[in-house]
């Protein structure tokens, strides 16, 4: 059983000072995947020592790659090439990861070995379909459990024959669907093609064109874009700096912009264009927000973020912003409690698959602090400004991202508000009460018996 660990949040505090959050979840992800099936040596600093990527990290340690680190968030990898992996002893566990499992699906389908992908209980219930069915369409042989969950079980093709190309056209925007369709095609023969239906973070194009391999954007309207790339080449070992994870930042971004007199800069933190949705959206609510000291770090855009404090007010969130925002949303709620007025979100009904029906846990939790938010099939309305969030236990349904979300809610409360199950803040973004309690905020961690 893993501990229950709640949050005890005291009001008030003024949010200053300089910050450094950890480093992007999703860019360590991929720096160790590709780093592992890269010729040569690649070395990645600013690496996130949370639990998800360590998962993604042990996971190519058990199929053979010699992985040094990570020490400081410096991690030295050995990679083995695109056919170097070998088969593991044991299923391979990707604890609270959805971006893990779906991506190294992709990777694994190519392979000459058995394995199977595990989680924990809230990734045992998350829909791998999305990424099962169009591996399938490639000849990969995989099963889930029922009703599509995991785990995965991948098996090689007959003869070892390699996967087919696929033209495939995403029937949602999904970043992890598109990036495990990519990876599988770096072991199918001939083109392998993807057409997303709005933009999506692009770390994975990306990051391959960095190891040397080419992929193709090309966009085919205002929102759709296609990419694009051949099978049987090969990745080359190159230096990875990960930038400040932009989802970590936004917690401290909407905790300055609802705070008293606040003054705060989040340092070197990633803002790719395809997530930058957060920034956005706080800026059309009237967030004081400047980017500073920008610069291009290994192919991804980083700035410092200067937050001060504002009055915000509700807004309808333009559906072209969701999926830039979408791992946002829960802190974005908390603003829109604190903006004067009506704040709208729909087209976001994938908020109800994350770590926890994002949307139901949200509603309930603002509701249970007395603020006027209502859950709908794909989004939310809150009428924020009104009221000051009161005393209450929330239940945080093992989602490090409502655990974040609420604590920075409390920073307005009326008094004392407890957040249960927040072991799981761990996953990605291990110092988050340091830096809480460093900038102003009053946050205490207790296990609960």
Same mark, same amino acid.
């Given at each position: ?40 040596? @690649? ?5 996130? +020592? ?12 058990? *199929? ?38 779906? !991506?190294? #699906? ?21 829909? *791998? ?5 169009? !591996? ?6 995989? %099963? ?24 495939? +056209? ?86 300055? #912009? ?41 192919? +991804? ?43 709208? !979100? ?9 770590? %926890? ?18 859950? @709908? ?38 008094? +004392? ?33």
């Amino acid at each position: 059983m893993s501990k229950n660990i709640q949050f005890i949040v005291q009001p008030g505090g003024i949010i200053k000072g300089r910050i450094r959050v950890p480093g992007d979840k999703s860019i360590s992800h991929r720096s160790i995947m590709l780093g592992s099936i890269a010729e040569g040596t @690649t070395h990645v600093t600013g690496f996130l +020592e949370g639990d998800d990527s360590l998962a993604t990290l042990k996971a190519f340690q058990a *199929m053979g790659v010699d992985i040094e680190g990570p020490v400081n968030g410096a991690v030295t990898i050995h990679g083995v090439g695109l056919k170097g992996l070998k088969a593991p002893n044991s299923p391979l566990d990707m604890g609270n990861s959805g971006t893990a499992m779906r !991506l190294m #699906a992709g990777i694994l389908a190519g392979q000459d070995f058995e394995c199977e992908l595990i989680g924990d209980a809230s990734l045992s219930k998350r829909p *791998m379909q999305r990424v099962t069915l169009p !591996l399938s369409k490639m000849g990969a042989q995989i %099963s889930t459990a029922e009703g599509g969950k995991p785990p995965l079980k991948i098996s090689p093709r007959q003869d070892n024959a390699p996967l087919t190309a696929i033209h495939y +056209e995403l029937p949602m925007a999904s970043a992890q669907v598109k990036s495990c369709v990519l990876l599988a095609g770096l072991y199918a023969e001939g083109q392998t093609s993807v057409i997303e239906p709005a933009p999506t973070r692009d770390h994975t194009e990306r990051m391959l064109r960095g190891f040397g391999y080419q992929v193709t954007t090309e966009k085919l309207d205002n929102e759709r874009a296609q990419m694009t790339l051949d099978g049987g080449g090969h990745l080359l070992a190159m230096d990875i700096d990960v930038p400040s994870d932009i989802s970590s930042a936004a917690f401290f971004m909407v905790a300055a #912009a609802i705070a008293k007199e606040a003054d705060l800069v989040i340092e070197h933190v990633g803002i790719n264009p395809t997530r930058t949705g957060v920034i956005d959206i706080l800026k059309l609510m009237g967030a004081d927000i400047t980017l500073e000291n920008t610069a291009v770090v290994g192919g +991804e855009p980083v700035a410092d973020i200067h937050v001060r404090s504002s009055k915000l007010k509700g807004i309808e969130i333009p559906q072209s912003l969701v999926p830039l925002a979408i791992d946002e949303f829960p802190v974005l709620f908390v603003a829109a409690s604190a903006a004067e007025g009506q704040t709208v !979100l729909t087209g976001a009904e994938e908020l109800r698959v994350k770590e %926890s029906d994002r949307i139901q846990a949200m509603a309930d939790a603002l509701q249970a602090v007395g603020i006027d938010a209502t859950a @709908t099939d794909d989004g939310m309305i809150i009428n924020g400004g009104s009221q000051t969030p009161q005393a209450a236990i929330i239940e945080s349904h093992h989602d490090h991202r409502i655990s974040m979300a609420m604590a920075i809610a409390g920073l307005n409360a009326a008094a +004392e508000m407890t957040i249960d199950d927040c072991a799981n803040v761990n996953t990605s973004f291990p110092t988050f009460l340091a830096l809480a309690n460093e900038v102003g905020m009053k946050i205490q961690a207790h296990q609960k018996d």
